[in-house]
């Protein structure tokens, strides 16, 4: 998640954080959902936060070796890049990421995958996570295990989930793009630049599910895991928010804690991971989020402190979610104003 940086005096004063058918049932989705693991998750992560990726920075070497590995994971599952794309990249030019003073970031690109709905394709939900973290600093390397990398391989397990689906004729109805955004921490940008340049109509878009750190507990969290912030989920449609809190009462029971959903929160959470891009444009968007630990934004965020049975729960949420809002008959609407 990005780092909020108050301007003068307080500079250093970082607050600590930054209609079912016959085919898609809701017992099918009971048997999907256990086929994302913490082993796999695991394995996923020391790879993706491992040392060689040298903490991901954006547009940077270590950034784009991540992304090569994701896509071949992607190929592994026989999941390809959108059909309206032409290859698995969405370039994010540096011009648009120019922010301020800070440091010229160089050219990087957004990362998609693409499972086809079945009846209705051209209705597109959208599970977000970023794959960019903060880089190297005085030759330390920042591996950014929960920031991103949690949610970045959520997105891949939560992909083979749909897939596995489909192979067995339960594919989804509705399409889903896997969109893995980069620039994240540097202001938002490649949501940003998604949301500007979207690769297909946002009304057509019914949904942004952001996962942005889910695999560790927070200091407000110390006896248990078993808990995620929802953030984001009532704001424009409340058929989103019910749908959420019906899939963890039936398969996940997570303690959903609505902290951060407060619209005087003083965090301001809401505006400072990528669903809000889509959120601001009017799509429904909800963000999974698990506060902020003492290894946030330091070369401490490592794996081996990822805790991947709470990590398992929350992209078994996820995808639970994603399944709901891709087969249901009707779309969600939206029916709030977005405050
Ligand atoms: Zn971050």
């Given at each position: 998640m990005k780092k909020i940086l108050f301007s003068g005096a307080v500079l250093s004063l970082i607050l600590m954080s930054c209609s079912s058918t016959k085919v898609a049932t809701k017992a099918d989705l009971g048997t999907y959902i256990n086929t994302i693991t913490a082993p796999e998750l695991s394995k996923h992560l020391y790879i993706v936060?491992?040392?060689?990726?040298?903490?991901?920075?954006?547009?940077e070497e270590g950034q784009k070796k991540a992304g090569k590995y994701l896509i071949e994971e992607y190929k592994k599952m026989g999941i390809s890049y959108p059909e309206a794309a032409s290859d698995w990249y969405q370039k994010v030019p540096s011009e648009f990421m120019k922010r301020g003073f800070a440091p010229k970031l160089n050219d990087s690109e957004n990362i998609w995958a693409f499972i086809k709905g079945s009846e209705k394709p051209e209705e597109i939900i959208v599970i977000s996570a970023h794959y960019d973290h903060v880089g190297m600093k005085n030759g330390e390397i920042y591996n950014g295990a929960d920031d991103d990398g949690s949610g970045t391989v959520a997105l891949l397990e939560i992909a083979q989930a749909f897939k596995e689906a489909q192979k067995k004729g339960h594919g989804p109805k509705r399409s889903i793009l896997f969109l893995h955004v980069t620039g994240e921490e540097h202001g938002l940008h490649g949501s940003r630049y998604y949301s500007e340049n979207p690769l297909y109509p946002l009304a057509n878009t019914v949904a942004d599910i952001n996962i942005d750190m889910i695999g560790r507990r927070d200091t407000l969290h110390?006896?248990?895991?078993?808990y995620v912030y929802v953030i984001g989920s009532d704001r424009l449609s409340s058929e989103l928010h019910t749908i959420n809190e019906e899939v963890n009462a039936k398969y996940t029971k997570l303690d959903f804690d609505y902290k951060y959903n407060d619209r005087n929160d003083p965090e301001r959470i809401y505006y400072r991971s990528d669903h809000y891009n889509f959120a601001k444009k009017g799509i429904p968007s909800i963000f999974f989020f698990n506060g902020v630990h003492a290894?946030?934004?330091?070369?401490?965020?490592?794996?081996?402190?990822?805790e991947y049975d709470a990590l398992a729960k929350r992209a078994q949420l996820a995808f639970g979610l994603a399944w709901e809002l891709a087969n249901r008959p009707e779309r969600i609407k939206v029916d709030r104003d977005g405050k």
């Open positions: 936060a491992g040392d060689e990726m040298q903490g991901r920075n954006t547009g110390p006896n248990t895991n078993n290894d946030y934004h330091l070369p401490s965020d490592t794996p081996d402190k990822i």
